[in-house]
């Protein structure tokens, strides 16, 4: 009889705020999950589903992304409001030992100061879950994803006026397969193949298609941890960026081999740690093949008791259709996360992160000068969540994030506060 994972525990108010505030559709690269598994799937065991409604209000005080030395245009304001519906829903219904699986969101947003701005949340995945043996599981999974693109879209020719309103496609779909126990060998395989595109004319050079594979083999003892080998390698293409010399667009492929080890170190305390070459190889003669180390590190503290802390520091490679034209960028980045239970009902977390990008490979100098060539954000969000009555939950936030960059340009500030009400069976 395989193992039957637990199931899946429904979101905190605050994680949902957190989700519905930064949704965002966005090429995610696997350098930046060595785990080697895109696709686990809805790990419920049995018939199970379930259906929410939300409202997030948010007030941002600067939704376009100005600078502050650049005001938006006559008549229009640099903050506002936003109302964001959302209705959610996922179901798992079991096949003998296999499981088929649907997940979909349905939302909007409204902004109060420019209508231009709106546009839907739309996404929708759907696929199986599989059981091989005693011990081999699997998932097949396809998933359909749209959105105004990423906020922090480093765009130049939209330098002048902040972010663009935009609509971004994102199509995806993709298997992964894992034989192994609670101790001795874990093999696994993924692949997954992820097309984004944008509606907005002048961000059509962002647009990307990526071909991800993914394996790791891992050696686990309940006294050692877990130690595991893994490998990723992502084919990513621009077809919007034409190479004229060469008959074909710009490329980059991203290979990432490394180690990574997770343990216990109490009944409190945890810790996993990776550490990897990350190999960059552009398609272009005039780009340079380059080497990078990639890092990553987490300690989490979780007793049995109110508080709870957690550190995160990574350091990787990745493409992305929000990169403006460079094709891709190295990353370091630090977060911090405390939460406290105050009761049964109430909770609050502070969360803290620090990220440095600096984007490679770039043909600024030929379409714009002003292309961005690196940018750190700092970010601060304050979160307190109430459980008033079943089945309803609501998140009380306030985040400060900070932007600079090269060229200052790109540098803005921003406060957002928002209140998210949701209901669910």
């Known amino acids: 009889m395989a193992p039957v994972a637990a199931p899946t525990p429904r979101p905190t108010a605050a994680a949902q705020a957190s989700e519905a505030d930064l949704f965002q559709v966005d090429q995610r690269n696997p350098v930046n999950n060595p785990t080697g598994a895109f696709f686990n799937g809805l790990p419920l065991p049995n018939l199970g589903y379930s259906i929410s409604a939300s409202l997030l209000s948010v007030y941002d005080s600067n939704y376009r992304r100005l600078p502050d030395n650049k005001q938006p245009p006559a008549g229009q304001s ?5 109302f964001t519906p959302t209705i959610n829903g996922r179901v798992n219904l079991p096949v003998g030992r296999q499981s088929l699986f649907a997940t979909a969101v349905i939302g909007k947003d409204y902004y109060t100061a420019n209508s231009a701005y709106n546009r839907q949340r739309l996404a929708f995945s759907g696929g199986v879950n599989l059981a091989a043996g005693s011990s081999c599981t699997g998932s097949v999974n396809g998933s359909w994803m749209q959105a105004q693109s990423n906020p922090n879209s480093t765009i130049p020719q939209g330098a002048q006026q902040g972010i663009l309103p935009n609509t971004q496609t994102t199509r995806s779909f993709g ?47 309940p006294t050692l941890g877990v130690v595991s080998l893994f490998g990723t390698l992502s084919n990513n293409d621009y077809p919007n960026q034409p190479i004229p010399i060469l008959g074909t667009s710009r490329s980059v492929k991203i290979t990432n081999l490394g180690v990574k080890y997770s343990r216990s170190l109490t009944s409190q305390f945890s810790a996993d740690a990776s550490l990897s070459r990350v190999s960059i190889d552009p398609n272009s003669p005039l780009q340079q093949k380059t080497s990078n180390l990639g890092y990553g590190l987490s300690v989490n503290y979780t007793p049995p008791s109110r508080l709870s802390a957690s550190i995160n520091a990574t350091r990787n490679a990745s493409s992305s259709p929000n990169t403006g034209t460079a094709l891709y960028f190295v990353q370091q980045a630090f977060s911090a996360n405390v939460s406290y239970q105050l009761r049964s009902t109430l909770s609050a977390a502070l969360t803290g992160s620090t990220s440095l990008r600096t984007y490679e490979d770039q043909v600024g100098a030929i379409i714009n000068p002003n292309q961005v060539k690196n940018d750190r954000f700092n970010t601060v969000r304050l979160s307190v ?28 500030k921003d406060t957002t506060a928002g209140i ?6």
């Open 78 to 82: 640099r903050s506002s409001f936003r």
């Open 385 to 412: 969540n109430w459980n008033p009555i079943r089945n309803m939950q609501t998140s009380f936030y306030v985040s400060q994030q900070n932007r600079n960059a090269d060229p200052n340009i790109y540098n803005y």
């Open 420 to 425: 998210l009400i949701s209901y669910g069976i």
């Open 175 to 221: 298997a992964s397969a894992s034989c192994g126990g609670i101790s001795g060998f874990t093999p696994t395989a993924s692949y997954r193949y992820s097309k984004s595109t944008n509606q907005e004319l002048a961000r059509s050079f962002s647009d990307l298609t990526s071909n991800s594979y993914s394996v790791s083999l891992g050696y686990a003892r």
